[in-house]
């Protein structure tokens, strides 16, 4: 009888489907996952065609930001922002890719920028940055996302 007791309690114990189990509703799960979903960082960063080759992030993620800065300073190098304001040597772009591929270019000023006329440099790189060859927008949980980033473009080789 003792055995049968024993082992009554352990089945009882043991048993899963006696004990109510909370079920996290979908909500809680949601809120759970996008807690833990780092939004700083992306899984993959946008990338050119002439990088895709490459295999490691590290190099691809450089090779996109040299072959993205070298068109850059081409396309602004023919023109007259140097001859305007010789004293800009070094202008910062905001570089912001879209999920469909596009891009957007925005110069990015010091607060006290009074002595450039913003605007005329804003119009100036938004005439000159255009026709850039098809980039791959960034992969976050294989969704393509929007990503920004700032640029520093060398405007005088000296």
Known sequence: MKHYFLFLVI??????QYFEKQIP?????????????NWKEVDEFPSLVDCEKI??????????FE?????????????????LYPELDTIE??????????????????KDSVAYDTVKIDSILKARLVDFPKVNPAIKRGIPVKTQFILPVILKVE
């Open 55 to 64: 295999e490691d992030k590290t190099q691809r993620n450089q090779c996109f």
């Open 25 to 37: 509703s979908e909500k809680e799960l949601l809120a759970k996952e996008l807690k833990e979903i």
């Open 11 to 16: 089945l009882l114990f043991s048993s899963c």
């Open 93 to 110: 772009v905001k570089v912001t890719v879209f999920p469909n591929s596009a891009m957007q270019f925005e110069p990015q000023f010091p």
């Open 67 to 83: 072959i993205l800065t070298q068109l850059i300073q081409e396309k602004l190098s023919i023109d007259t922002l140097s001859v």
